[in-house]
């Protein structure tokens, strides 16, 4: 594939988020105002899969360094979750309170159906269901469409579902028994996962302690389970007595203070990038905190809007994402055998099975 921007093949480092990407592609339509771009990671197991964030990003370069960044962390996610399916992922440059219309979606949903299935889109930041219906009307392939026009509806089910198994997994792990049941669990962020992560831990036993910025949201838990106990902010959550730390906000919860902070033995979340920055998974490790990967564990949304690829079944969908909780341990397994963090583990896992099975296509089928 052409590399357009000339990037350099040798950078591997996943900081730099420009490792070997197939495609780019930069689309504009001057009437409507669209001023997207679309990357394609890599499509070694099958269509690139991955949201439209629409986002007020400063510049085009800043709206690039995410996309690149995001587009890899899918190849990865979609690897390990066990889909036929590469990374891909695209940003539309405005805000969508204001910029967002019928003809822009449209728009770039042409852009979409011109690469011919070589990148699937779906929500993200910014993009509801409802939006996806509207770019589906100019292309076949779009996922995360609303339950009226056949689609999987809200990610967050499975994605919460899934953040749940890996949890099991990794109490599994650490105490020899995958319930929560009288285990402390703090959440940090009840909003679209959270909430309904909190759902799964009560059913199951567990008790939540739990912090919001929103008060609405505080609020509808509370009215759910009013037992649960609520604290102030992060810094009351993480030095709390709690067996495990629940990051379901933004990305970054765990920095140097946290870490040295958290009184948990597991962490194990539905946010996505919660490693602030490289080294923290060592720096967890090296406390005996179990660190249960972030991308592994959220992959029940992605697995959740994939699945709608084939027409949707929430059965077939739940039973793939329960699956997280063996992936989760074999992580865990593979770290401890390796002598490296799960993070790393993780990787590994996901970039052998990216080449393993992508090499098969190298066999010719005599047509
Ligand atoms: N929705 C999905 O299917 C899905 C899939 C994979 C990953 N994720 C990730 O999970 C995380 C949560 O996603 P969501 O869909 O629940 O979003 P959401 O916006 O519904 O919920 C986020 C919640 O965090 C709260 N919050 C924000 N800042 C906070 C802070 N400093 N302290 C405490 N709470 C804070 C918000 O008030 C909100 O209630 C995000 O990182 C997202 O990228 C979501």
């Given at each position: 594939m052409t590399d357009v921007f000339g990037l350099?093949?040798?950078?591997?480092?996943?900081?730099?988020?420009?490792?070997?990407?197939?495609q780019v592609i930069f689309c504009s339509d001057e009437h409507s105002g669209l001023h997207a771009i679309i990357a394609i990671?890599?499509?070694?197991?099958g269509p690139s899969l991955g949201g439209t964030r629409f986002y007020p990003y400063e510049n085009e370069q800043a709206a690039l360094a995410d996309v690149l960044n995001l587009s890899r962390a899918m190849a990865y996610k979609n690897a390990l979750a066990g889909l036929d399916l590469g990374g891909g992922k695209a940003v539309i440059i405005g805000d969508p309170a204001t910029d967002k219309s019928e003809a822009l979606l449209r728009a770039y949903g042409r852009f979409v159906q011109s690469l011919g299935g070589r990148y699937f889109t779906a929500c993200d930041v910014g993009t509801y269901s409802e939006d996806m219906d509207i770019v589906a009307r100019e292309s076949s392939?779009?996922?995360?469409?609303?339950v009226a026009n056949g689609g999987a509806g809200d990610s967050s089910i499975l994605t919460a579902y899934g953040v749940f198994q890996g949890m099991r997994a990794a109490a599994e792990h650490t105490y020899g028994t995958p319930s929560l049941r009288g285990r402390r669990v703090g959440v940090e962020g009840v909003g679209k996962v959270g909430h309904r992560l909190v759902d799964h831990l009560v059913e199951d036993g567990a008790e939540v302690v739990l912090c919001d910025v929103s008060e609405q949201a505080v609020e509808r838990v509370r009215r759910r389970h009013p037992q649960v106990e609520i604290v102030a902010g992060r810094l009351e959550l993480t030095g709390a007595d709690i067996d495990v730390y629940a990051?379901?906000?933004?990305?970054?919860?765990?920095d140097d203070d946290t870490v040295a902070r958290l009184r948990a033995t597991i962490v194990c979340g539905?946010?996505?990038?919660?490693?602030?920055?490289?080294?923290v998974e060592k720096e967890l490790a090296d406390r005996g905190i179990l660190y249960a990967p972030d991308y592994v564990v959220n992959s029940g949304g992605v697995i959740q809007v994939a699945d709608e690829i084939q027409g949707f079944n929430m059965d077939r969908a739940r039973a793939k994402a329960t699956q997280i909780y063996d992936t989760t341990l074999k992580i865990f397994a593979a770290a401890a055998e390796d002598g490296v963090p799960p993070a790393v583990a993780a990787d590994r896992l996901a970039e052998r099975r990216m080449s393993e099975v992508g090499r098969i296509r190298g066999i010719w089928l005599g047509h």
């Open positions: 350099s093949h040798k950078d591997t480092s996943p900081a730099s988020g420009q490792a070997k990407h197939e990671y890599n499509t070694a197991l392939y779009v996922t995360g469409r609303t990051p379901c906000a933004l990305g970054g919860a765990l539905g946010a996505n990038n919660q490693l602030a920055h490289p080294g």
